[in-house]
Structure formats: C-alpha cells, structure tokens
C-alpha cells in the first residue's frame, strides 16, 4: 500500500472558506514537507516540520510523529490557493504522497 | 525564496539518444537532488548527491543514469541510452543541510 496516504484526493473550494487536508503514514517519518504545486508544475516549499506546528499566514500546518499524520489547515482559501498540494516524509530521500487537488473558486 | 533553475523546460529525444538534464542549484546549497514525475503521478526520489559523491539512489535510478556536478557549476543528470518510459518530468532540488527541499520547475522529457 501507499505508504504516504494524502486526503482527499480533490478538493474543492469557495473563497474565503476553511479547510484541511491530511497525511497519514505507514513509514517511521520524523520529518514532514508540505509543497504546492501550481498549474504550471513549479513546486513550492510550504512547511518543514519536526513533530509540532507551523504557521505562516492563513497556513496552517502540524505533524504528530507517534500517531503517524500531518495536517494542513488553509484559512480564507484564496483562488491563487489552487494546486496540488504533496506531503513528503523522509530525512534525506523523502516519499511523496499522491496529493490532494485543490480548486478554489469565486 | 531561494530558486533553482532547470535547463531546457522541455527536451525531445528519440529513443536510445542521449540526454543531459541541467540544473542549477540554491548557490550556498550543499545537497543536490533529483525526483521524476509521471504525469499524473506523485514524485519519485531517484538520487541524492553531496560532497561530490551519490549518497543514496533509488530502484529507479537505472545503469543508464548518472549524475555528476563538475567543480561546481550545473547539477546534471544524464540518460544513456534514453528509453520510452524514461518519459516524465525531472525535478531538480537542492537544499543546504538534509531539510528544507527547494525544487526547480522540472525538465519535462518526451522520448519518442
């Protein structure tokens, strides 16, 4: 199975509303990479987390290492939010999840 | 942020040529990646790199692959000989110590 498990698979949004994805784990991960990936396949470092919490702006993001998952929590979900978002685990050689498809619309 | 480049966007070759994939890392960067993406697909670690040397390579990462970065300048991976399902994009990605991972935008390669 995969051994990063990204939900949901595709989202969608309206402006300004909340939500969160999530990313459980079948490998030990003692660190966790949050990524946007716009349209065009650029790919954006969001988070890195040791076990614990980040934010930045209207993200959100946290990582429980003994439960195994990470979330990402978007607050006032904007149109430039669009993308794919990855989590990825791993030190040195990280496992990517298969990503959540985000739309946002007006 | 910090930016890594790829050179070209996208190469087309046909099947059993060679091909060298460029990337120019974060400059104080010390560890030096590369991940292929299959259309539709998550990322696949194929390679790391640091001090001059490969650290770790993936199942992926065939005898038809190497990569090398001569006295500091491009990161490159090279394909010999290419074959069709070497088609995907390759992204490079750079980091300074093992955490934060900074990605190019990818070469896409099409190999017919």
């Known amino acids: 199975g995969d051994k990063v498990k990204q939900s949901p698979s595709a989202l969608s949004l309206q402006e300004g509303t909340n939500s969160a994805l999530r990313c459980n784990f079948s490998?030990?991960?003692?660190?966790v990479q949050w990524f946007l990936q716009n349209p065009r396949g650029s790919l954006m470092n969001l988070f890195y987390l040791v076990p614990g919490t980040k934010e930045n702006g209207r993200l959100k993001s946290a990582f429980d290492s003994k439960e195994s998952y990470s979330t990402l929590h978007i607050r006032d979900a904007q149109l430039e939010d669009s993308g794919t978002y990855f989590c990825?685990?791993?030190?040195?050689?990280?496992?990517f999840g298969k990503g959540t498809v985000l739309l946002v619309s007006p | 942020g910090p930016k890594v480049l790829q050179i070209p966007s996208h190469q087309i070759i046909d099947m059993g040529q060679m091909v060298t994939l460029n990337c120019d890392p974060v400059s104080n960067h010390l560890y030096f990646y590369w991940y292929k993406q299959i259309l539709g697909q998550q990322m696949e670690f194929l390679v790391n790199?640091?001090?001059?040397?490969?650290?770790?390579k993936s199942k992926l990462f065939k005898d038809q692959f190497s990569v090398e970065r001569p006295d500091g300048s491009y990161f490159t991976l090279k394909i010999q000989p290419t074959a069709l399902e070497d088609s995907a994009v390759y992204f490079c990605?750079?980091?300074?110590?093992?955490?934060?991972?900074?990605f190019g935008a990818g070469t896409r390669l099409s190999v017919l």
């Open positions: 490998i030990a991960a003692t660190t």
């Open positions: 790199f640091y001090n001059g040397k490969v650290m770790e």
């Open positions: 990825a685990a791993g030190y040195n050689k990280l496992t």
């Open positions: 990605a750079s980091s300074y110590f093992q955490n934060t991972l900074y």
